[in-house]
């Protein structure tokens, strides 16, 4: 079965450190791969996603970068963060195209909680 | 812009009380719906999820939903709600053009609180 595992679950920085969080998934091969961000009464608003290695789509302009070093491995970095990073990063795949027919649904990692002081 | 909007951001309801959560979403063209919940703890999962067929969908514990497609709505209904019910609730759409890339739209959330 696919698991899909993304760390660290929590996360404290100072302003203008960098970051990493790492997204791994498991038991599937070229999965589209997904980061997420969950503000407060927000909702979840889409960051970055990937159909396949070295191809990344960024949705909204931010101080975030993502990169897919690998099939199943996921990374969002930012060089120097700020306090508007602060959230709750969800990592998320989905069937490839050699999946089959893309429905859209989604499979959530456990999640990362940002908080830039 | 495609978007998803889900009416009430907080609600609170007793036990054995109905539930209806509202969610509309903005896009013409063939859609796959879908509901997540979110429990305190745990991680984002599939609550229900409707592609085509009978608008009425029926989900994981009692929940069930249903597609209005003239109202571009997929409201969340549960008849009778459990104090295990708390959790916050996602409607999310992704539009045929974007199936191919797997990209879910999201709104804003609702939380439920049910008090026992």
């Known amino acids: 079965s696919q698991t899909i595992h993304q760390w660290p679950a929590t996360l404290v920085q100072p302003v203008g450190s960098p970051l990493s969080l790492e997204c791994t998934v498991e038991g599937t091969s070229n999965p589209n791969l997904y980061w997420y961000r969950q503000a407060a009464g927000r909702g979840l608003q889409l960051l970055f996603y990937?159909?396949?290695?070295?191809?990344i789509s960024s949705e909204v302009p931010q101080n975030l970068s993502a990169s897919r070093p690998q099939d199943r491995q996921f990374i969002l970095s930012s060089k120097k963060l700020l306090l508007s990073d602060s959230g709750f990063y969800l990592c998320?795949?989905?069937?490839?195209?050699?999946?089959?027919?893309?429905?859209?649904?989604?499979?959530f990692g456990e999640g990362s909680r940002l908080t830039v002081l | 812009a495609q978007s998803v909007s889900q009416h009430n951001h907080h609600v609170i309801l007793s036990e054995a009380a109905s539930l209806e959560l509202g969610c509309n979403y903005s896009y013409g063209g063939t859609v796959n719906l879908f509901w997540y919940v979110q429990y305190p703890g745990q991680h984002l999962q599939l609550l229900l999820k409707?592609?085509?067929?009978?608008?009425l969908v029926k989900g994981i514990k009692g929940f069930e939903a249903e597609f209005i497609k003239s109202k571009f709505s997929f409201n969340l209904r549960k008849p009778s709600v459990q104090w295990s019910d708390t959790a916050e609730y996602f409607c999310a759409v992704n539009a045929a053009f974007l199936r191919n890339t797997g990209k879910l739209i999201f709104g804003q959330g609702t939380t439920l609180q049910v008090k026992p």
């Open positions: 998320a795949w989905s069937p490839g195209l050699a999946g089959g027919p893309n429905t859209g649904e989604l499979f």
């Open positions: 990937s159909v396949g290695i070295g191809q």
């Open positions: 409707y592609f085509s067929g009978d608008p």
